[in-house]
Nanobody, 126 residues
Framework: QLQLVESGGGLVQPGGSLRLSCTAS????????IGWFRQAPGKEREGVSCISSGGRFTPVADSVKGRFTISRDYAKNTVYLQMNSLKPEDTAVYYC???????????????????WGQGTQVTVSS
């Protein structure tokens, strides 16, 4: 079965950190650009960060710039989102998606991507 699986979400206090993982099952991520997205209750899904297939192009949304870092481990077929200095407004369900392209854009348009994960909840609260 071809799928993406996110993990690493949870409850964290403001100022804390989490690392999300996006692992592919049944296919190789090497030729895919990967994006991380989030959707808070009552809000539209938004792009957080993405990484090109080669790993060198990593745009981030202004709202998380300087706090979130995306990376990929080709040996583990996994893309990570390191989230530091978390704020309550970062609370959302976080999704990853794979696009068969070299470069990436922070577009949350669902049909753009070949695969989506099921999401992992991140809650930032004291």
């Amino acid at each position: 079965q071809l799928q993406l699986v996110e993990s690493g979400g949870g409850l964290v206090q403001p100022g804390g950190s989490l690392r999300l993982s996006c692992t592919a099952s049944g296919f190789n991520l090497d030729s895919y650009a990967i994006g991380w997205f989030r959707q808070a209750p009552g809000k539209e899904r938004e792009g957080v960060s993405c990484i090109s297939s080669g790993g060198r192009f990593t745009p981030v949304a202004d709202s998380v710039k300087g706090r979130f870092t995306i990376s990929r481990d080709y040996a583990k077929n996994t893309v990570y989102l390191q989230m530091n200095s978390l704020k309550p407004e970062d609370t959302a369900v976080y999704y990853c998606a794979a696009e068969s392209q070299i470069l990436c854009v922070l577009s949350a348009e669902r049909d753009r991507y070949d695969y989506w994960g099921q999401g992992t909840q991140v809650t930032v609260s004291s």
